[in-house]
């Protein structure tokens, strides 16, 4: 079975200061892992993913997660944040074979960003 | 090029009605997927596509729910005697092979379904 832990329902930061968004996984094996972003009244938009190698991915709109496998996380991070960074954040993961198609999603946070 | 569409994009109906969903997936992928979202609750798997392999319905809340895919393309969601918790936002993803798990989901804006 594969799962996912996005711990934090809402995150707060101010425009202008680091934002941190978390994500742990558990699989059994290797993982593929994503993250997309919804905004209001959209669909889910791609922003990165870890497949292999660096273990730092970078993203659309600036974003960049590191993976560490012997923390099993994932976290969503961009060094200044902006206002219309506000959204909610979805992490996903998927076993990278042996397992389901389908890929798990975590129950997403909110990311507020205050001027 | 296109993305993923749905229609409608919202959906006021009565309990005990059927109501039907439509997602167009980006032209070329064989995956669809559709999920449901409902507030505070992430997203719940449904069903899947795969071109021409019998779907996994392992998702589907109950016998209310089914879908079907013609000709590989268009999908339709069909919800029986809708019920007062079938309330949610209903969201479409397509991808490109998903036998490929590094494959990235591109999704539709959704269909917003309130059952009074």
């Known amino acids: 079975a594969q799962s996912v832990a996005q711990p934090e329902d809402q995150v707060n930061v101010a425009e202008g200061n680091p934002l941190t968004v978390k994500c742990t996984y558990s699989?059994?094996?290797?993982?593929?892992l994503f993250w997309y972003v919804q905004y209001p009244n959209r669909g889910l938009q791609f922003l990165l993913k870890?497949?292999?190698?660096?273990?730092l991915v970078k993203g659309s709109y600036g974003f960049e997660a590191e993976f560490n496998k012997s923390q099993t996380s994932f976290h969503l991070k961009k060094p200044s944040a902006l206002v219309s960074d506000s959204a909610l954040y979805f992490c996903?993961?998927?076993?990278?074979?042996?397992?389901?198609?389908?890929?798990?999603f975590g129950r997403g946070t909110s990311l507020i960003v205050h001027p | 090029g296109a993305g993923v569409s749905q229609s409608p994009s919202n959906k006021v109906t009565e309990k005990g009605k059927d109501v039907e969903l439509r997602c167009d997936p980006i032209?070329?992928?064989?995956?669809l997927y559709w999920y449901r979202q409902s507030l505070g609750q992430g997203l719940e798997f449904l069903i899947y596509?795969?071109?021409?392999?019998?779907?996994?319905k392992s998702g589907l809340p109950s016998d209310r729910f089914s879908a079907e895919r013609t000709g590989g393309s268009v999908s339709t969601l069909t919800i029986q005697r809708t019920q007062q918790e079938d309330s949610a936002v209903y969201l479409c993803?397509?991808?490109?092979?998903?036998?490929?798990?590094?494959?990235?989901?591109?999704f539709g804006p959704g269909t917003r379904l309130l059952v009074l």
């Open positions: 870890y497949i292999t190698g660096d273990n």
């Open positions: 993803a397509s991808s490109l092979d998903s036998g490929r798990e590094q494959e990235t989901q591109y």
């Open positions: 596509f795969q071109g021409n392999s019998a779907p996994d």
């Open positions: 699989v059994s094996g290797n993982p593929y």
């Open positions: 032209s070329g992928h064989t995956a």
């Open positions: 996903a993961v998927r076993v990278t074979s042996g397992g389901s198609y389908i890929p798990t």
